[in-house]
């Protein structure tokens, strides 16, 4: 018998600023994949809604406040993560308020897509930076 794994749903942020750049967090020592640069976002608790959920962690890990509608989907990573399967729905945004603050990650940077390509990132990302390039407008990096 086949045994499929546990989903898990993580929503992240694209914010891109006026210039074209998109912020990236650094994840903390103690986690998994510390070190490593991502997208913000967090995991879809129970009862939320992705738009709840990524509204939440922008504000938790960002002190920014951004409305669902200011928000809309662009794509998606789906990788294995362990035991489970990972789910990462990729939002862009257009409009927040505050400045982007690191209450949770290590450093925060705002980084061109051909930036983003020379950035140690999670496996799972790395199959976006070419739809995010495009939908920036952006030529992708070839490797
Ligand atoms: N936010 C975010 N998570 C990502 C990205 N890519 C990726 O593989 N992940 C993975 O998705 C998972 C997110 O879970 P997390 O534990 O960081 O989420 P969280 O903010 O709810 O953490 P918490 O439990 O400390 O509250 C991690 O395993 C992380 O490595 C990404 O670009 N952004």
Do not use: N
């Not at 925060?108 to 920036?136: C, G, H, K």
């Amino acid at each position: 018998m086949e045994i499929y794994p546990t989903l898990f749903p993580v929503v992240a942020a694209l914010l891109v600023d006026d210039t074209g750049r998109v912020l990236v967090q650094q994840r903390p020592q103690g986690t998994a994949m510390a070190g490593l640069w991502e997208f913000p976002g967090g995991k879809i608790e129970a009862g939320e809604s992705p738009e709840t959920a990524l509204v939440r962690e922008l504000a938790e890990e960002l002190g920014i406040t951004v409305l669902p509608d200011a928000c809309e989907p662009l794509t998606f990573a789906s990788a294995t993560l362990g035991q489970k399967h990972l789910i990462l729905l990729l939002f862009r945004c257009t409009a927040w308020q505050g400045e982007p603050r690191a209450l949770h990650a290590t450093a925060l940077r705002w980084a061109t897509v051909a930036e983003l390509y020379s950035l140690p990132m999670p496996p799972a990302d790395l199959p976006l930076l070419p739809i995010i390039a495009q939908s920036l407008g952006q030529k992708p990096v070839c490797s």
